[in-house]
Nanobody, 121 residues
Framework: VQLQASGGGLVQAGGSLSLSCAAS????????MGWFRQAPGKEREFVAA????????YYAHSVKGRFTISRDNAANTVYLQMNSLKLEDTAVYYC???????????????WGKGTLVTVSS
């Protein structure tokens, strides 16, 4: 599985941004997909995840209520809609995929290259 994230950019605090992650391969629909982020000088952290069916989603406490993860299995794409962005949301955002149940950094099997999100005041 190859993953390609896009949609990053510069946005003012309080604004919105939508990220996309396109996956190659015909088995996209069996993977749990996740978004992680890494701010300068910090470790990569979990942001959100969505299981293969889309029925269940999971969010980090820091983004719950502001971010929404979704997926389109027909398009092999997972999305992250980010609203009410804060300065502390500035980071490189990565999409990842796993066939397992571990949604942590160590549980992901595949990673895409990141896309930079910068939130300005």
């Amino acid at each position: 599985v190859q993953l390609q994230a896009s949609g990053g950019g510069l946005v003012q605090a309080g604004g919105s941004l939508s990220l996309s992650c396109a996956a190659s391969g015909s088995f996209f629909r069996v993977y749990t997909m996740g978004w992680f982020r890494q701010a300068p000088g910090k470790e990569r952290e979990f942001v959100a995840a969505i299981i293969w069916s889309g029925i269940s989603t999971y969010y980090a406490h820091s983004v719950k209520g502001r971010f929404t993860i979704s997926r389109d299995n027909a398009a092999n794409t997972v999305y992250l809609q980010m609203n009410s962005l804060k300065l502390e949301d500035t980071a490189v955002y990565y999409c990842a995929a796993t066939q397992g149940a571990d949604l942590s950094y160590y549980g992901m099997d595949y990673w895409g290259k990141g896309t930079l999100v910068t939130v300005s005041s």
